[in-house]
């Protein structure tokens, strides 16, 4: 849970500092190789105060490749990739400071014996200088973005403590004692009512059966369940597991044997108290990392690039039909969250209102309403809802996190609670603006096939499956299919 979080992270550490030193050393190059009087402090042209070998790209490029992982590995062993979350600035300026006096060491002892002469000494100190300026101001900078996200509760995810004894009360102390892990506690759950005190203190509520469980899931928005229990009251745990999973919330167990069939499982731990963590297919840290960078790579550039679009849209909205351009209602997200979903507005205004009058004409049988002929959409809905631009603006709340590109619909709050039990595992992936259903069956009015395309989807989710969603996606917008 902690340690997986943290490996992803010191992996992208890694990689801007990386990152950073590259782009450092080519542009001391640069500096030196096209800005000699700057590079050499040579304010009066006429006197030369530095005087030395001209530049060679191959033989610089060799000490590229030497100095990057060097530097890298100096941080690492200065501690830099450690836990990145918990540092203060002025520690990680120290550890950079120090990874810079061993990488100059080092170096400096390849230079003497592989006898590299033409390494400017100039150039190598100028590097450095500007190689740990600018290693601070990233840090700095992720620093401050981290503890702004978590200040602001972004990306936190919320726990349930399902346990009794000196054991949950030291699990919930630790996540207590540590805010900067990115976890929350929102409940504990005492099975046995015998739950000590604890220094974070949080109510704590006694269950009777899984209907219990399955309420406190719904109400509280809850990622993820740790069982913290005894061996022998193991058996206690699995009616709950069953909800757990039934769900769709990831569960982890606190104990090292456990015998129950899953899609996947793993050991993990916090401050070496042992879990067994219960996962689906999808939940691996660094593909879903790569899911989210690119979502909002690609929002946001796609932002930029149809701005134009927006602005020629809102026009057209404004000049057929009075009212507002977007449309926004509240739908359901990640675990049950409740969020503001924008799109172009393509119905006459109170359209909402006339949803009941309209009920009688609903295509599709389920807690859902789609008609094909909706007497509500107006003349230019018509033609944004055939090329699906009316979706656009869906682009900030995938730039946002609320949203993914890809991922089920997001549903409405009224259609959630009229959920089966089978069918809310649906809400344990961000909800998205193009999905399986939207591909393969869009415009269809079977709801039952509606709900097993998503399970299909949150079960088998891949990257490449992301990837064939969207171009088939691309394909289904350039020749209308199904859209009305």
């Known amino acids: 849970m902690i340690n997986e979080r943290n490996l992803v992270l010191n992996r992208v550490m890694v990689g801007f500092d990386a990152v950073i030193i ?79 006096f061993w990488t100059v060491l080092i170096f400096g002892v390849l230079v003497f014996l592989f006898k590299m002469k033409f390494v400017s000494r100039l150039f190598f100190a100028i590097f450095v200088v500007m190689a740990m300026a600018a290693l601070m101001a990233e840090k700095f900078a992720i620093l401050a973005f981290v503890r702004r996200n978590l200040e602001g509760g972004f990306n936190n995810r919320r726990l349930l403590i399902f346990g009794s004894g000196k054991r949950a ?38 269950v009777t059966g899984g209907e219990d469980m399955r309420r ?31 769900e769709g919330v990831d569960s982890a167990i606190s104990g090292d044997l456990f015998s129950i069939r899953s899609t996947h499982f793993r050991h993990t731990d916090i401050d070496g108290v042992p879990l067994l963590t219960l996962e689906r297919n999808f939940d691996i840290e660094w593909q879903l990392f790569i899911k989210r960078a690119i979502d909002i790579m690609v929002s946001g550039v796609g932002i930029l690039v149809v701005f134009p679009l927006f602005v020629l849209t809102a026009i ?51 807690p859902i309403f789609k008609i094909k002929d909706d007497p509500r959409i107006t003349r230019a809905g018509r033609f944004l809802r055939r090329f699906s631009i009316d979706e656009l603006p869906q682009l900030f709340n995938v730039f946002i ?84």
């Open 316 to 366: 057209l909205i404004k000049l057929t039909s009075p009212g507002r351009i977007f449309f926004t209602q509240k739908r359901v997200g990640l675990h049950g969250r409740i969020f503001t979903m924008y799109k172009f507005r393509s119905m006459h205004e109170g359209a909402e209102k006339e949803l009941k009058k309209l009920m009688y004409l609903n295509e599709v049988e389920g």
């Open 216 to 246: 406190i899931l719904h109400e509280l928005q809850v990622d993820e369940v740790i069982f913290v229990v005894p061996r022998k009251k193991l058996d206690v745990v699995e009616p709950y597991l069953f909800v757990c999973d039934e």
């Open 22 to 100: 590259s782009l450092v050393f080519f542009a001391t190059f640069i500096l030196r190789q096209y800005f000699p009087l700057i590079y050499k402090l040579n304010l009066v042209p006429s006197v030369h105060v530095f005087r030395e070998p001209s530049l060679s790209v191959s033989d610089y490029l060799v000490v590229y490749f030497m100095i990057v992982p060097i530097w890298c590995v100096a941080l690492s062993f200065c501690g830099m990739y450690g836990s990145p979350n918990f540092k203060s600035f002025w520690k990680a300026a120290w550890m950079i400071l120090k990874s810079a």
């Open 401 to 484: 996190g609320r949203m993914s590109l890809v991922g089920p619909r997001p549903a409405l709050p009224g259609e959630v609670e009229q959920y089966a039990s089978w069918q809310r595992r649906r809400l344990s992936v961000r909800p998205g603006i193009t999905c399986l259903w939207q591909v393969y069956h869009r415009g269809e009015g079977d709801f039952k096939k509606w709900m097993q395309s998503d399970l299909e989807y949150v079960d088998h989710w891949s990257l490449l499956l992301d990837s064939k969603i969207l171009m088939k996606t691309l394909m289904a917008v350039v020749f209308c299919r199904g859209a009305y």
């Open 169 to 206: 009360a030291h699990i919930v102390d630790e996540i207590a004692a540590h805010p900067d892990w990115g976890y929350e506690v929102v409940k504990i759950v005492d099975y046995a009512a015998c739950m000590p005190e604890c220094k974070y203190k949080k109510e704590c509520e006694v």
